[in-house]
Structure formats: C-alpha cells, structure tokens
C-alpha cells in the first residue's frame, strides 16, 4: 500500500546547528504538507506545497518538494529551542484524506 | 472559533469497558476524521467522515465506531477497551478533502489508558 517515510526518526542538535528532515513517498503525490507538534501538543499545520520543485521559506524553514513529487525536505537553519518538536510530513490518499509520515522527532541543546 | 474541541483531556478505563472520545468543531468544516498517535507510529488514522451521515474506514477501524449526525460533532466509540488501545486520539476537521485542497487542523487530544 501507499507509504510516506521519513528519516531520520530523531535529530539531537546544538542550538544555532542546522536541521534537516526528508520526507520519500511510494507514489507521486499531488502536494505534500508538513505539520509541527511540540511536545505534549497537537500537529500544527506549517505548509502545503504543489509544484514540483517548489521551494518555499518560512523564516528560517525552509521546504522542498521534489522535481518527481515523490519527495520533500524541511530544512531549519541556525536552530533555535522554541524548534523543539516533532514534525511529519502528510500526502494526500485516493480517498481523500492524510497518510501522515513517522515523524522526526528534533531536540535542540541550548 | 473555540476551533476543534475534544473531551475528555484523560482517561483511564479497564479492559472490557466502553467509552466515547468527544470531538466538535465550530468552524462548518465537512470533514472530520480520528487519528492514533503511538510512540514511533506516527498518525494512525482511525476513521474520518466527508460530511454529516457519512463515515468511512481508515488504517486501523477495528475496535471503534464512530457516527457523524451533525456538521459539528464526530464521536469516536470504543467498544471494548483492549491495553492495545492505549494511545492519543487526535481529531482533527477540515473545510474541504484533506490533502487534496485543504490542511487539517487538529484538537488537543485525548490520552487514553486501559488497564
């Protein structure tokens, strides 16, 4: 069946490192999102994404959706502690709703 | 907006008991759908609904009803508590078809144990 991965599943930084977590789908995907979750929190949407290898900047986040739409990064530069959280990546199904990926969990060490 | 609202925040039941996960949203979004959140699993979803009167199955339906009677509420149903459904249940609800034109926005969970 249809499978959204994501690696790594942890990511332990020195505050002011970068980060960057990749997002693999099994199919092509119409667009991607990704969510944040802080810990102890609900998913947050942060982004959707549609073209293929659009490129989009949120402060100092950046996403990427792949030339084939099979997959997608997030990149944060210079982290910060508030960047403490999980986040996961989501492609839409046939029926209409989200197949979420694992998640990455990030620790940022002030 | 109260946004989507869940109830209970916790809640602990004994294997074999039947409980129900209070989910509403005051934003008229149509759908409407339960995910699990498990250590390492990610979201897990449950099951979802497209508009009042129409429910459909996700990844992991067996052990839960769920009904959709109005725009607002989506209840989610244990039938009978397995420790396998030790989890956190999100709901979460959308204007439109979840990823295909609209993101999700999320209620604070609910964290289930049984014993």
């Known amino acids: 069946g249809q499978q959204v991965m994501q690696i790594p599943q942890y990511q332990h930084v020195q505050e002011g490192e970068d980060f960057t977590t990749y997002c693999n789908s099994s199919?092509?995907?119409?667009?991607i999102q990704w969510y944040k979750q802080r810990p102890g929190g609900h998913p947050v949407f942060l982004i959707q994404l549609v073209k293929s290898g659009e490129v989009k900047k949120q402060k100092r986040l950046t996403f990427q959706f792949g030339e084939a739409k099979k997959n997608s990064s997030l990149h944060i530069t210079a982290t910060q502690t508030t960047d403490v959280g999980t986040y996961f990546c989501?492609?839409?199904?046939?029926?209409?709703?989200?197949?979420f990926g694992k998640g990455t969990k990030l620790s940022v060490k002030p | 907006n109260a946004g989507v609202t869940q109830t209970p925040k916790f809640q602990v039941l004994k294997t074999g008991q039947s409980m129900t996960l209070q989910c509403a949203q005051d934003?008229?979004?149509?759908?409407m759908s339960w995910y699990r959140q498990d250590p390492g699993m990610g979201l897990r979803l449950i099951h979802y609904?497209?508009?009042?009167?129409?429910?459909d199955q996700g990844e992991v339906p067996n052990g839960y009803n769920v009904s959709r009677s109005t725009t607002e509420d989506f209840p989610l149903r244990l039938l009978s508590a397995a420790p396998s459904q030790t989890s956190v249940y999100f709901c979460?609800?959308?204007?439109?078809?979840?990823?295909?034109?609209?993101?999700?926005?999320f209620g604070p969970g609910t964290r289930l144990t049984v014993l």
């Open positions: 199919t092509t995907l119409s667009n």
């Open positions: 609904s497209v508009g009042a009167g129409i429910t």
């Open positions: 979460a609800s959308s204007y439109g078809l979840a990823g295909v034109t609209d993101t999700q926005y």
């Open positions: 934003m008229n979004h149509e759908y």
């Open positions: 989501a492609g839409p199904r046939s029926q209409g709703n989200l197949i």
